[in-house]
């Protein structure tokens, strides 16, 4: 059983930058693939960014390649999404989530996740 906590949401203007963590619990968060989304009103929630257990391989979106940056800290059980140079089109509910190491399917596929937070806010003003 892992239980997520995302923390590090609120309003930022245009271009700014926000930082947010998931907080993890359960020793074993190694095992698991980590991954960030998020939801917009009247929207699907859909895939921002993913890391492997071990932090050598990441993936994005295209739409936050190279704005958007996930890393990890195994020794604290967190996840990181680095943010900036953000839009009005990235406000958002974040989520991070877990996905099992059992498990082979896409990193993309928010069904493939096993364990998800209650989400962060993130507002982006124009």
């Known amino acids: 059983q892992v239980q997520l906590v995302e923390s590090g949401g609120g309003l930022v203007q245009a271009g700014g930058s926000l930082r947010l963590s998931c907080a993890a619990s359960g020793r074993t968060f190694i095992r698991y693939a980590m991954g960030w989304f998020r939801q917009a009103p009247g929207k699907e929630r859909e895939f921002v960014a993913a890391i492997r257990w071990s932090g050598g391989s990441t993936y994005y979106a295209d739409s936050v390649k190279g704005r958007f940056t996930i890393s990890r800290d195994n020794a604290k059980n967190t996840v990181y999404l680095q943010m900036i140079s953000l839009k009005p089109e990235d406000t958002a509910v974040y989520y991070c989530?877990?996905?099992?190491?059992?498990?082979?399917?896409?990193?993309?596929?928010?069904?493939?996740?096993?364990?998800w937070g209650q989400g962060t806010q993130v507002t982006v003003s124009s």
């Open positions: 989530a877990a996905k099992g190491p059992l498990s082979s399917g896409s990193y993309y596929a928010p069904n493939e996740y096993d364990y």
